[in-house]
C-alpha cells in the first residue's frame, strides 16, 4: 500500500515524530479479518463509552487515518454492518462544542483532500 501522512502527535504531549502513523492505523486494520473489523468499527461507533472528549477525539484521529490511507472501496465497505466512512462521521457528529485540537486539525487536512479527489473521480 501507498505511504499516508503521518498522523501528528502534536498536543499529546509526546515527542514530535514518536507516536503511531497513519500506515501503521490502516495497516492494522487491513491485518483484521472481517469478522474482527467488524467488531472495531462497533466498539468505535460507540461514542457514549468514550470518558472524555479527549478520548474521543483520539479515536477520530484514527478513524480519520483509516478513511484517508484505506482504499476508497475498503473504507466504503460495511462489515457488519458499518463502514471506516460512516463510523468516522458518527465520530465527528458527535465531538462536542469546543475547539477541536491541534492533532485532530492536522489529522482532518488529509481527509478534506481524500473527499476531493474522491468525489472528482465521480
Known amino acids: 500500500p501507498p505511504h499516508c501522512p503521518l498522523l501528528p502527535t502534536l498536543g499529546t504531549g509526546m515527542p514530535a515524530g514518536t507516536g503511531r502513523s497513519n500506515d501503521y492505523h490502516r495497516d492494522k486494520f487491513l491485518s483484521l479479518s472481517a469478522s474482527r473489523r467488524a467488531s472495531v468499527l462497533q466498539r468505535y461507533s460507540q461514542v457514549e463509552q468514550f470518558g472524555t472528549r479527549k478520548e474521543l477525539l483520539r479515536h477520530t484521529c484514527h478513524a480519520c487515518a483509516w478513511v484517508v490511507c484505506l482504499s476508497a472501496e475498503v473504507a466504503a465497505t460495511e462489515f457488519g454492518g458499518l463502514s471506516p466512512?460512516?463510523?468516522?462521521?458518527?465520530?465527528?457528529?458527535?465531538?462536542?462544542?469546543?475547539?477541536?485540537?491541534?492533532?485532530?486539525?492536522?489529522?482532518l487536512e488529509p481527509l478534506r483532500s481524500r473527499v476531493a479527489a474522491v468525489l472528482s473521480d465521480e
Not at 85 to 107: C, D, F, M, N, W
Open 85 to 107: 466512512v460512516g463510523v468516522l462521521t458518527k465520530l465527528i457528529q458527535s465531538r462536542q462544542s469546543g475547539p477541536l485540537p491541534e492533532r485532530l486539525q492536522h489529522a
